[in-house]
Nanobody, 127 residues
């Protein structure tokens, strides 16, 4: 499974960004719809942390408390993509954002559940 994130940029505090992750799952023999998808982030000097996740069919989502109400995860199973809409951005949202795929059904916040990772996209929020 290959995951490619796009959309990272420099933005002022209070602004918005939309990240996208394109998934190629053909080589795995498993269709995209059967992967739960997650977004994680890693700031300099910090551990990678959970941001948001979505189940196979998109019927359920979960969010870190720090982004709840500001970020929205969504998936388009027809296009094999998952997005993260980020509103009211804060300087503490600055990090490299990673897309991840899991064969688990649930929208897990645990890094260990995710089998595949993208290379990441940089989001920088200036104050």
């Amino acid at each position: 499974v290959q995951l490619v994130e796009t959309g990272g940029s420099l933005v002022q505090a209070g602004g918005s960004l939309r990240l996208s992750c394109a998934a190629s799952t053909a080589a795995s023999g498993r269709s995209f719809v059967r992967y739960a998808m997650g977004w994680f982030r890693q700031a300099p000097g910090k551990e990678r942390e959970f941001v948001a996740a979505i189940t196979w069919g998109g019927g359920a989502t979960s969010y870190a408390d720090s982004v709840k109400g500001r970020f929205t995860i969504a998936r388009d199973n027809a296009k094999n993509t998952v997005s993260l809409q980020m509103n009211t951005l804060k300087p503490e949202d600055t990090a490299v954002y990673y897309c991840a795929a899991s064969t688990s059904v649930v929208a897990s916040s645990s890094l260990r559940v995710y089998d595949y990772w993208g290379q990441g996209t940089q989001v920088t929020v200036s104050s």
